[in-house]
């Protein structure tokens, strides 16, 4: 994977190809950022990069062996290790090492670019149901994968996707290898969540920082994928520097996703308003059995509406991204939205999608947000 073919980010890919460039190598660094970002793209383009022995004009040759190896995510230098669980049918007393499932790594990475969630990940591996991890097997293998010398190129290197995922025995056994390596042993770990890593860990290892992705680079996108540069430009401001979430709203615009996601929206507001708690029950139930994905994106699209609704109450309509049916019915539900409930609401919502990603149980999840959410919105009056 070369540099080139990552969209955007051109300031980090200019940092980290004159950190190579001037000999600042660190042995242990930490991406961080959303996955809609690039992060793991970028990680893997920067390993591509350190292993080619041709690189020129600001990228890796992308013809030699070491290029054509990593680009196939089969270079004997080049190490993953992600999250992964027993998938179903299989024996629970099986080792799950990242190794097994190496052809389903290579083939979501080439066909996504690296852009994918982690639950599109777990789905791949049919393991959706259950949380993935990274065990003190795969500390061990690690260990055991370090400890022989390079094949082929100038460095070894493991690249950790999603290191949160690591138990705290696993993280605890690497510790020493990653403050202390081999000489011309790399890690480079891409993290969502880099808070709940060990400080132990954190403290091993430079942060890089992805950002967002530019609307000017999103807007592009879009149009590349058919669209007007107006819908273009709509679905890069909704999608707020994710290429995942620009994605699904421009599958979303030839589906019923987003109409169901907004009529879900309405029914909620409408009974909690009329603190009409049975049919909330009933709401919360029809929720619950809805994929992880439809019920982090209701929960995203509700975000939204509420963060517009909040726009138009403090009269600032003008940088609300409201159309049709959503405009209407926000118009009339904007008053609801107000300094006294706005970030409780948002807060609710937020909680909802952590609980859903660390595989809460939905018939809990939305029964109780249900009926919070009735109490914000009830008692008030426009």
Request: with cysteine; aromatic share 8%.
């Amino acid at each position: 994977m070369q540099f080139k073919a990552i969209l955007g980010q051109d300031a980090i890919k200019a940092h980290l190809m004159r950190s190579v460039e001037a000999g600042r190598i660190s042995h242990a660094q930490l991406f961080t950022g959303d996955a809609g970002a690039g992060t793991l793209p970028l990680a893997i383009a920067y390993a591509q990069y350190l292993n080619c022995p041709h690189r020129h004009d600001g990228d890796s040759c992308g013809e030699c062996p070491s290029c054509h190896q990593i680009g196939q995510l089969a270079h004997p230098d080049l190490h993953f290790v992600v999250p992964v669980n027993s998938p179903k049918g299989k024996s629970s007393g099986e080792k799950p090492l990242s190794s097994r499932f190496m052809p389903q790594w290579r083939e979501i990475v080439t066909r996504t670019g690296g852009y994918f969630s982690e639950q599109q990940w777990y789905e791949a591996i049919e393991i959706d149901n259950k949380q993935g991890n990274i065990s003190t097997f795969e500390a061990d293998e690690i260990i055991r994968n370090l400890s022989f010398k390079a094949f082929e190129s100038e460095y070894k290197i493991v690249l950790i996707w999603l290191p949160e995922r690591m138990n705290v025995q696993a993280a605890n056994k690497l510790l020493k290898i990653i403050e202390e390596p081999w000489e011309k042993t790399l890690f480079l770990m891409v993290s969502e969540s880099p808070e709940k890593l060990l400080p132990t860990i954190l403290s091993r290892t430079q942060s890089i920082h992805i950002p967002g992705l530019e609307p000017d680079v999103l807007t592009a996108y879009g149009q590349s994928k058919g669209l007007s540069e107006t819908e273009a430009s709509k679905i890069a401001r909704l999608s707020r520097g994710s290429l995942l979430e620009a994605q699904r709203l421009i599958g979303a615009l030839h589906s019923n996703e987003t109409q169901a996601s907004f009529d879900y929206f309405v029914q909620l507001m409408r009974l909690s308003y009329e603190n009409r708690h049975m049919e909330l029950l009933e709401w919360a139930e029809t929720v619950a059995s809805l994929g992880r994905e439809e019920q982090k994106n209701l929960m995203v699209n509700s975000i939204r509406l509420i963060r517009d609704s909040y726009m138009m109450t403090a009269g600032l309509s003008e940088i609300s991204f409201l159309f049709g049916k959503e405009y209407d019915f926000c118009k009339r539900f904007a008053p609801y939205v107000n300094n006294s409930n706005v970030e409780r609401l948002v807060a609710e919502m937020e909680l909802v999608i952590r609980q859903i990603g660390q595989n809460g149980n939905p018939k809990i999840i939305f029964p109780h947000f249900a009926l919070t959410i009735s109490k914000l919105i009830g008692p008030l009056k426009p």
